[in-house]
Nanobody, 123 residues
Framework: QLQASGGGSVQPGGSLRLSCAASGFTFDDYAIGWFRQAPGKEREGVGC????????TYEDSVKGRFTISRDNARNTAYLQMNSLKPDDTAVYYC??????????????????WGQGTQVTVSS
C-alpha cells in the first residue's frame, strides 16, 4: 500500500513537498510514479522514479519545477514541487509500477494506489 501526504494550499510561486510512504511490499522492487487528477479532468502523469532512484522522468508541464526522489531505507518517495501554478491544483497520487511502463504512458499498469493528497494553488 502507498499513502501520499503533504498536500495543502499555497500561493502561486510557492512550494510543497509531498511524501509517498510504502508498506506491505519490498519498496525498492518497484518504480514509483506520481500522478494527479484535477476536477473534471482525467488522471495524468507527473513523473516517475526508478527502483534505485538513478533515473527520473517528468511530464513537460512540470519539468524544471518538480523533482522526484526516494529514500529506499525509509520506504518513502518524495515529490518536491516548486514554482507552483494554479494549473497544478489537483489531487496527487503515488503508485508502484515499472519505469518502462511509465515511459510509454501505460499508467494503468501501476497499482497500490492509495488515497491522494489535495494540492491547491491559489492567490
Amino acid at each position: 500500500q502507498l499513502q501520499a501526504s503533504g498536500g495543502g494550499s499555497v500561493q502561486p510561486g510557492g512550494s510543497l513537498r509531498l511524501s509517498c510512504a510504502a508498506s506491505g511490499f519490498t519498496f525498492d522492487d518497484y518504480a514509483i510514479g506520481w500522478f494527479r487528477q484535477a476536477p473534471g479532468k482525467e488522471r495524468e502523469g507527473v513523473g516517475c522514479i526508478s527502483m534505485s532512484g538513478d533515473s527520473t522522468t517528468y511530464e513537460d508541464s512540470v519539468k524544471g519545477r518538480f523533482t522526484i526522489s526516494r529514500d529506499n531505507a525509509r520506504n518513502t518517495a518524495y515529490l518536491q514541487m516548486n514554482s507552483l501554478k494554479p494549473d497544478d491544483t489537483a489531487v496527487y497520487y503515488c503508485a508502484r509500477g515499472h519505469f518502462s511502463d511509465y515511459s510509454v504512458g501505460v499508467y494503468n499498469a501501476f497499482d497500490a494506489w492509495g488515497q491522494g493528497t489535495q494540492v491547491t494553488v491559489s492567490s
